[in-house]
RNA sequence: GAGCCAUUAGCUCAGCAGGCAGAGCACCUGACUUUUAAUCAGGGUGUCCGGCGUUCGAAUCGCCGAUGGCUCACCA
């Protein structure tokens, strides 16, 4: 580092910025590899990071690294004369520089820019990891992402896909009369969903906000409002643990139907993710984790049905609690630590110890329980609601509902979360008044998803961990 | 929140029957007019994650702590 800023000094003294300005670029580098008959023999400007430099007395080769590609320089003496050639020693890997000369071949055949002049545009003070192993430790690559990024290629087409899947969701809603919107992330309540959530304070209204954890209960106060199809892609906040699957904050689309319902979603997610899945891939099948996922066609089960297939344990045998645990029992599997009291949270407990590992292909499950859905449209059997979750390689990839639009069963569904509240239930939803009041002017009968966007890009980019697809994700402060 | 594992040079890692801190790449000096993990000759640049302890002596053993990874719990 210590030679490295001498070495900026030295381009100082020489009248050279060694942090120069804009530099007006012809070609990037795949311009150049991938069109070389029609590039060859032309004179092009390029520009990119330093990634390898190869000296050989009177000549050098440099390997450079730009958004699309690597190219290869090739400086000679004889050609950029003896005063100018030395001035190359300066130069380090992880400089950036801006090139001026003409596309050749090597003798090798290696397709390079021959120098005619060249550069600095920025002077790199700091070393970048080696060349033959890159950086592999994650804890660097995910705290300082830039270095990642300079490093592994594969990490950049990662995040190039990521932009990739938002802008083709964005293009499809918006072609299908979807209205983006944005909607508060500072709440004066947590609702929409089950998640303890980040608390902060207000200093000039001297009063506690919340981060928001879904972005449900807003987008419906458009639909009251006559916005009739509206969505929003939006960061949302969870109080709750990391891991492979689960960052503090991650990116939620969710989208509000006037006069549809939960077929009409699940007829949208098949198609969404269909043409999303085309338009990033090229193709409706995606490879992850080994597993090849056919977004062409989604399997149909309810709840009940998706538990007997996979229990044996049929929900309408039983009229007990009692019974339908004993049978459970007898089965000999184990519920863990899940609410057991009623039929539809042991029906619940079932489907999450014994169906959702083998929901590897896209599937929706149908019809939840109403105990864990406080927010969705009761059916005919009152403990069940129109809501459904569409699950790929056994994980939850969206949730979506014919959402309840009869404000005196929503005033009951709160205050009976309010009661879970006070029993000790921190995720419970709270009461919103000011959302019932937006309910009782009318909210049309209307279909909502909600789509997690990070497992979407993580499933069409086959990454493990959410982390392998989030730029920055959350990190324990170091010290 | 619990368990297991890791942390040594800029990077990737070795060293751990307790005995002078090591390699490759990067870097520095020199050679080389077509290389591509260039090559050749020479040079080690360090808070061995931190603290305490055991010991004549600790990178190595013990305890406490920090950070990270994985698994489990909560959750999407």
Not at 67 to 92: A, C, H, R, S, Y
Request: hydrophobic share 40%; charged share 30%; proline share 3%.
């Amino acid at each position: 580092m210590i030679v490295r800023r001498g070495k900026m000094e030295e381009f100082r003294s020489l009248g050279l910025d060694p942090f120069g300005h804009r530099f007006q670029r012809t070609a990037y580098s795949t311009d150049i590899t991938e069109h070389f008959e029609e590039m060859e023999g032309k004179s092009v400007a390029v520009t990119g990071r330093i990634m390898s430099v190869r000296g050989h007395g009177k000549v050098s080769f440099m390997e450079i690294s730009d958004i699309k590609g690597t190219l290869q320089l090739f400086f000679k003496i004889d050609v950029l004369g003896e005063e100018n050639f030395k001035q190359i020693k300066l130069l380090d890997i992880g400089d950036i520089i801006g090139v001026n000369g003409e596309v050749f071949r090597t003798q090798r055949g290696q397709i390079s820019v021959r120098v005619e002049r060249w550069e600095i545009l920025s002077k790199s003070l700091r070393p970048l990891p080696e060349k033959f192993h890159g950086l592999t430790d994650t804890e660097i690559r995910y705290r300082q992402r830039y270095v990642d990024l300079i490093m592994n290629p594969e990490v950049k087409d990662v995040f190039i896909k990521r932009s990739k899947i938002i802008s083709a969701i964005r293009h499809y809603l918006d072609s299908h009369g979807y209205m983006e919107v944005e909607t508060p992330v500072l709440h004066t309540l947590a609702g929409g969903a089950a998640a303890r959530p980040f608390i902060t304070h207000h200093n000039t209204l001297d009063m506690e906000m919340y981060l928001r954890i879904a972005l449900e209960l807003h987008l419906k106060r458009l639909i009251v409002g006559g916005l009739e199809k509206v969505y929003e892609i939006g960061r949302v906040f969870r109080n709750e643990g990391i891991d492979i699957r689960h960052n503090p904050e991650f990116t939620l689309m969710e989208l509000y139907e006037a006069f549809s319902d939960y077929e009409g979603m699940i007829e949208l997610t098949e198609d969404l993710l269909k043409n999303v899945c085309l338009a990033v891939n090229g193709t409706t099948t995606v490879v992850c984790q080994g597993e090849t996922i056919d977004f062409s066609h989604f399997e149909r089960m309810t709840m009940v049905e998706a538990v007997k297939k996979y229990s044996g344990i049929d929900y309408y045998a039983y009229d007990t609690v009692a019974e339908m645990k004993k049978a459970i029992a007898e089965k000999g599997i184990d519920l863990e630590d899940n609410d057991t009291s009623t039929k539809g949270y042991l029906l619940n407990a079932l489907f999450d110890v014994t169906v959702e590992k083998h929901l590897i292909q896209p599937t929706v499950i149908m019809d939840y329980p109403i105990e864990i859905s406080p927010l969705a449209k009761k059916m005919d059997d009152p403990n069940f609601t129109y809501r459904f979750e569409g699950f790929v390689l056994g994980r939850e990839l969206c949730n979506a509902f014919s959402e309840l639009n009869d404000p005196i069963d929503q005033r009951e569904r709160f205050e009976r979360q309010m009661d879970l509240r006070k029993e000790g239930d921190e995720e419970a939803n709270p009461l919103d008044e000011d959302y019932l009041t937006a309910m009782e002017y009318g909210l049309a009968p209307t279909g909502g998803i909600g789509i997690g966007i990070d497992r979407l890009v993580m499933l069409l980019t086959d990454s493990a961990s959410i982390r392998d697809v989030l730029l920055f994700p959350t990190m324990k402060q170091r010290e």
